[in-house]
Structure formats: C-alpha cells, structure tokens
C-alpha cells in the first residue's frame, strides 16, 4: 500500500491535475492585472442563507442561550423525547 503525504500524491488519488504556476501567482500580478479571479463567484444555498438570517435575528434571547449551555455543561439538560417529537410534527406539518 503506497500512503503519500503531500499535495501531489492527494491530486493524483482524486485524478486532479495540478494548477499551472501562473495561476498561482501573489496577490497584485494576475488579480491586479484582470487574471483568472475576476471570474469567481460565491453563492449561498437557501439553507445557509436561513442560517444567516436566523443568526442575525433579534430575537435570540441570550439569557436562555447561557442558561441552556451551562445546564448542558453540567450534564443536566433534560427534554422530554414526547416534547421533541411533538414540535417535529409540528413543523412538519407547518411547512417550516
């Protein structure tokens, strides 16, 4: 069994072919000059943009958030597994 430790031996497994250098260049040659960056793009999935929004909501409540920690920390939270279920269903249903 032949084990590689680097780059090249990770490329050649998955069948990638290595970058040419010029796209390797720093910042300020190709970027600066209009190279191969000035098409990438970034886009977010609906779920991830439902996670940012949540993150962002205002109604978080902090106090909660802390005391829901410190019981998991403590290795006392407790919820009833009927509970959980229920609000599954209940999503669910609701289409949330």
């Known amino acids: 069994m032949d ?3 680097s ?3 990770l ?3 998955l069948g990638v072919n290595p970058a040419p250098p010029q796209a390797l ?3 300020g040659s190709a970027a600066a000059t209009g190279g191969a960056f000035d098409t990438d793009r970034a886009t977010l999935s609906n779920a991830a943009n439902e996670v940012s929004q949540a993150m962002s909501d205002a109604g978080v409540r902090p106090e909660k ?3 829901i920690q410190s019981a998991l920390a403590a290795g006392t939270y ?3 597994a009927s509970a959980v279920a229920s609000k599954l269903v209940d999503a669910m249903l609701s289409g949330e």
Request: aromatic share 0%; hydrophobic share 35%.
């Open 3 to 5: 084990i590689r430790n």
């Open 7 to 9: 780059m090249d031996g």
């Open 11 to 13: 490329r050649s497994l």
């Open 25 to 27: 260049q720093p910042k």
């Open 65 to 67: 958030v802390a005391e």
């Open 78 to 80: 407790d919820v009833s």
